[in-house]
T-cell receptor, first 108, second 115 residues
Framework: KNEVEQSPQNLTAQEGEFITINCSYS?????LHWLQQHPGGGIVSLFM???GKKKHGRLIATINIQEKHSSLHITASHPRDSAVYIC??????????FGQGTRLTINP | SAVISQKPSRDICQRGTSLTIQCQVD?????MFWYRQQPGQSLTLIAT?????????ESGFVIDKFPISRPNLTFSTLTVSNMSPEDSSIYLC????????????FGQGTRLTVV
């Protein structure tokens, strides 16, 4: 079993829908990262959080440390949100452990 | 924050040849990370590049196949040597993201196809 599990692996939705991507992990962490990877391959950091909730525009990330679970929400989804979303955990060491990614497609 | 310039963005190479990927960071950083992302897979750490010392390789990766240079605190290269089709992947460099207190920043990725 992977240390970081994301669900769903693939998600297709219509423009405007509310999107939720989940991340569960089995190890103790110092922080959790949500990343966005576009088809060209480049990766952008969306959030780094260690407790509670963060919001940036239409994106919201939450984390429950006790339950070892985090969610990424996208409100009013748009085709430009189509990308792979990756959850990664920081165990306090120098490297991250990555989930398998969730491929999100938003249709107009 | 950190901005990383990675090149080339993509290349198609013949088997048996080598490709060197470069990453330039706009600020000085102690550690740089090199990742491989095989088709449909998540990121796998190849090695950590420290300035002034040998890179630290993860299990399954060796220096002869993936030599790394780190001549200063803003630059690093990864070479994929003696390539085979199995090396076709996206390669990414990264800084930050560890020790619980830093955001992770990534280069634009190099999409390598070996034919």
């Amino acid at each position: 079993k992977n240390e970081v599990e994301q669900s769903p692996q693939n998600l297709t939705a219509q423009e405007g829908e509310f999107i939720t991507i989940n991340c569960s992990y089995s190890v103790g962490i110092s922080a959790l990262h949500w990343l966005q990877q576009h088809p060209g391959g480049g990766i952008v950091s969306l959030f780094m959080l260690s407790s509670g909730k963060k919001k940036h525009g239409r994106l919201i990330a939450t984390i429950n440390i006790q339950e070892k679970h985090s969610s990424l929400h996208i409100t009013a989804s748009h085709p430009r949100d189509s990308a792979v979303y990756i959850c990664a955990v920081d165990q306090g060491a120098q490297k991250l452990v990555f989930g398998q990614g969730t491929r999100l497609t938003i249709n107009p | 924050s950190a901005v990383i310039s990675q090149k080339p963005s993509r290349d198609i190479c013949q088997r048996g040849t080598s490709l060197t990927i470069q990453c330039q960071v706009d600020s000085q950083v102690t550690m740089m990370f090199w990742y491989r992302q095989q088709p449909g897979q998540s990121l796998t750490l190849i090695a950590t590049a420290n300035q002034g010392s040998e890179a630290t390789y993860e299990s399954g990766f060796v220096i002869d196949k993936f030599p790394i240079s780190r001549p200063n605190l803003t630059f690093s290269t990864l070479t994929v040597s003696n390539m085979s089709p199995e090396d076709s992947s996206i390669y990414l460099c990264s800084v930050g993201g560890g020790r619980g207190n830093t955001e992770a920043f990534f280069g634009q990725g190099t999409r390598l196809t070996v034919v």
